[in-house]
C-alpha cells in the first residue's frame, strides 16, 4: 500500500504562484510516475503534470510555460510550482503515484485563484 500527503494549497490571487508537495511513504518501488491531476467543480478530473522516475516530464497544454513539476527520488516526493495563475486553475489538486495497477491517490488540496 501507498500513502500520499499533499500540501501547499490556498488562495492566491490571479498571476500568483503556490508550490504544491506531495510525500509518498509505505510499499514504494524505485521505477514509478508520480503526478497532479486537479478536479473543478462540475467538470472531470484532468491530468496536470506526470513526472516518471526518470525525470521524463509531461504537462497538459493548459499549464505549459507556467507550471514546472519535479521530484525528489531520496524523498519519494514531488512538487508542483504553479506560476502565472489563472482563475481557471481553480480546483481540487490530488498527487498520483503509479507503478502498476491501482493507481494510488492523495487526499487533494484546495487551489483557488481569485481576487
Known amino acids: 500500500q501507498v500513502q500520499l500527503v499533499e500540501s501547499g494549497g490556498g488562495l492566491v490571487q490571479p498571476g500568483g504562484s503556490l508550490r504544491l508537495s506531495c510525500a509518498a511513504s509505505?510499499?514504494?518501488?524505485?521505477?514509478?510516475?508520480m503526478g497532479w491531476y486537479r478536479q473543478a467543480p462540475g467538470k472531470q478530473r484532468e491530468l496536470v503534470a506526470s513526472i516518471t522516475s526518470g525525470g521524463y516530464t509531461n504537462y497538459a497544454d493548459s499549464v505549459k510555460g507556467r507550471f514546472t513539476i519535479s521530484r525528489d527520488n531520496y524523498k519519494n516526493s514531488v512538487y508542483l510550482q504553479m506560476n502565472s495563475l489563472k482563475p481557471e486553475d481553480t480546483a481540487v489538486y490530488y498527487c498520483y503515484y503509479y507503478r502498476r495497477p491501482p493507481t494510488h491517490w492523495g487526499q487533494g488540496t484546495q487551489v483557488t485563484v481569485s481576487s
Open positions: 509505505g510499499s514504494i518501488f524505485s521505477i514509478n510516475t
